[in-house]
């Protein structure tokens, strides 16, 4: 079993909807939890970190983490054609620097 | 800024052919990483270099060695290329753990094993 889990979709939402994306984890150990974007064939880049449970806002993206349900979602609101890419969950301990990554949710929002 | 810079982009191997890919950031990070990333895998770890000196396994170090050159740069070696290691590689360095455990990431080199 993976120890970070993340439907791999794709996710096809038409412009303006709300898009949803989740990951669960196993490991009690996970302390800040990160979404990453990635456009096609390039790198990851760092969209939104949290580290308590509860919610995050930065502008149309909200972070959700539930620390005893081992549950963080990401919800995109207004979604643009823009924000067509894949979307990667991070999570990493306390103490060690070992960054687990789920597989990865592939969106495409339409026009 | 250049931000974490791998080379090369793209490399074609032959089975049993060895090469280094090479890693340097000039952020003056402590840690980091290295990733291969496969369709509906997601990226999984290969080996990390929590700090200059250090070097530690990931999920997947099988058929890979790391060096840490020094605090800028990380290379990943592989010995004897296989089918199995056809991927795209990321490196990423981070400033550290903890609330610093933000990682930036290289561009990808895409590997095609023959």
């Known amino acids: 079993q993976k120890e970070v889990e993340q439907d791999p979709g794709p996710l096809s939402v038409p412009e303006g909807a709300i898009v949803s994306l989740n990951c669960t984890y196993s490991n009690s150990a996970f302390q800040y939890f990160m979404w990453y974007r990635q456009y096609s064939r390039k790198g990851p880049e760092l969209l939104m970190y949290?580290?308590?449970?509860g919610n995050k806002e930065d502008g149309r993206f909200t972070a959700q983490v539930d620390k005893s349900s081992k549950y963080i979602s990401l919800f995109i609101r207004d979604s643009q054609p823009s924000d067509s890419a894949t979307y990667l969950c991070a999570m990493i301990g306390a103490a060690g620097n070992k960054l687990t990554f789920g597989g990865g949710t592939r969106v495409l929002v339409k026009p | 800024n250049a931000g974490v810079t791998q080379t090369p982009k793209f490399q074609v191997l032959k089975t049993g052919q060895s090469m280094t890919l090479q890693c340097a950031q000039d952020m003056n990070h402590n840690s980091m990483y290295w990733y291969r990333q496969d369709p509906g895998m997601g990226l999984r770890l290969i080996y990390y270099s929590a700090s200059e000196g250090t070097t530690d396994k990931g999920e997947v170090p099988n058929g890979y060695n790391v060096s840490r050159l020094n605090k800028r740069e990380f290379s990943l070696r592989l010995e004897s290329a296989a089918p199995s290691q056809t991927s795209v590689y990321f490196c990423a360095s981070s400033e550290g753990a903890g609330v610093n455990t933000e990682a930036f990431f290289g561009q990808g080199t895409r590997l095609t094993v023959v």
């Open positions: 949290t580290y308590s449970s």
